[in-house]
């Protein structure tokens, strides 16, 4: 089977059925594992530490970037959407039916609902020259960002609880995971752009947050000094 | 390469005429092609793991009519610009106080190992300790994991154990308080908290950056 047949004259043939075989066990390997990083409009790098807890599924997530601009989004695309029909209704943007379709398989976003379905329109590569000062967050003239987390704290609740009860309805366990507010900011961040994000939070008596970081290289504990 | 091998099953010298006997072998190459490239996309595209977060819980703001506690073994961790960090041990005092007890001072440490970590390290070493005899017994099968995480909560939460507050000013950076953070939860520090600088002690922290 295995033998490189060299046959007289002919090129020599390879049997080629065990790379094959390989080859699309990677692949079924991979599609299955693989999820997919969408592409963030700014690059955030967070710092490292040595919390080796993995980020919950369900997540509302507020990066914000090197100049402390602050970038909204929720893990649950239903959410996401409802999320998003709430602040149309309260900031009387209105959204097409494609926009919305669009939407929701957006990654976190960054501008002022006013601009929002310009951004949902433009391409991926339009966005990321999209100029933007974040989400407005500011508690008392623009709370955009405290509504829209607001809103999607509501919504994620909401399916959570249908799906819990659904899953109780039919006698099946329930494997969904209460909604996590994750924030991810840039190392070289000042802590202060952190702190009014952390403020907003703490107004609406949310005090749990997880903290998005890399990991640190080497060992899961430093060397000890004693 | 690959090739259709040539059907052996020729016209036999002399034989009767039979029907050409088709050669069973598919030739693999564009397979091997499009299995590859999809590998190749899969591999590249595909991230891993998930990040990794932190869990920190933050204050309540405390009722109006709330008196100021006091806290035991307290660590006050200053950050500021330039990544300089600064600290004190126990409740601030102003110069002059009435319980006579002398003037707060900041002192400078580093994020070393030799620095803050052997700081906290020193002032939470009941926790520390209480903890790593409490890993041992899980280790030697003395002890089930949930006892071992109630344990280790109470030694965290023991009056002899530190407690941390760490103030930032407005220069300085969100991964030196993570830096801080990661290394009370390093030494299994319990009770920390990221709060706002007083008055006092903004004033004394201008006076030594100057």
Redesign the interface.
């Known amino acids: 089977m295995s033998k490189v047949k060299v046959s007289k004259g002919g090129a020599p043939s390879l049997d080629m059925t065990p790379m094959v075989d390989l080859a699309f066990l990677l692949v079924t390997f991979f599609m299955l594992t693989a999820s997919f990083r969408m592409a963030e409009p700014v690059t955030v790098d967070p710092p490292s530490s040595h919390a080796d807890k993995t980020l919950p599924d369900n997540t509302i997530l507020v990066s914000i970037d090197h100049d402390g601009r602050p970038f909204f989004g929720v893990s649950n695309a239903e959410a996401k959407v409802a999320t998003l029909m709430k602040m149309s209704g309260k900031y009387k943007v209105s959204f097409s039916e494609a926009q919305i379709k669009k939407f929701g398989g957006m990654s976190s976003f960054g501008v002022d609902i006013k601009n929002l379905p310009k951004y949902i329109d433009a391409s991926e590569g339009e966005r990321q020259k999209f100029k933007t000062q974040g989400v407005p967050n500011d508690s008392l003239r623009d709370p955009q960002l405290s509504d829209w987390i607001r809103f999607a704290a509501q919504e994620t609740n909401g399916i959570y609880i249908r799906e819990r009860d659904k899953a109780k309805e039919q006698g099946k366990d329930f494997v969904g995971e209460k909604v996590r507010y994750a924030i991810k900011a840039d190392a070289t961040t000042k802590y202060i752009s952190v702190k009014s994000v952390l403020k907003t939070f703490t107004d609406m008596k949310i005090y749990r947050f997880n903290l998005i970081t890399s990991l640190e290289g080497g060992g899961s504990k430093p060397t000890e000094t004693k | 390469?690959?090739?259709i091998?040539?059907d052996g099953g020729g016209h036999k010298k002399g034989g009767k005429k039979r029907a050409k006997k088709q050669s069973t072998k598919i030739d693999?190459?564009p397979?091997?092609d499009l299995?590859?490239l999809?590998?190749t996309f899969?591999?590249l595209?595909?991230?891993?793991?998930?990040?990794?977060?932190?869990?920190?819980?933050?204050?309540?703001?405390p009722p109006k009519d709330d008196k100021p506690v006091e806290v035991k073994n307290g660590l006050n961790i200053i950050?500021t610009k330039d990544h300089k960090i600064f600290y004190y041990k126990g409740q601030y005092n102003a110069p002059g106080n009435a319980q006579g007890k002398p003037a707060t001072e900041l002192t400078e440490t580093t994020f070393s190992?030799?620095g803050l970590?052997?700081i906290i390290?020193e002032m939470n070493s009941y926790a520390h300790d209480e903890i790593t005899k409490l890993e041992n017994k899980v280790k030697n099968k003395q002890l089930a994991d949930s006892t071992f995480k109630r344990l280790a909560m109470e030694a965290k939460g023991d009056k002899r154990s530190l407690t941390a507050l760490i103030k930032?000013d407005?220069?300085?950076?969100?991964?030196?308080?993570?830096?801080v953070?990661?290394e009370l939860?390093?030494c299994m520090v319990g009770k920390y908290v990221i709060i706002d600088m007083s008055a006092p002690e903004f004033a004394l922290l201008t006076e030594k950056i100057k």
């Open positions: 390469m690959a090739e091998a040539d693999m190459t397979m091997v299995g590859f999809l590998l899969f591999v595209t595909s991230t891993f793991s998930k990040p990794k977060s932190m869990e920190i819980s933050f204050p309540a703001p950050l190992p030799e970590h052997k390290l930032t407005d220069k300085a950076t969100y991964k030196d308080v993570i830096d953070v990661d939860n390093v």
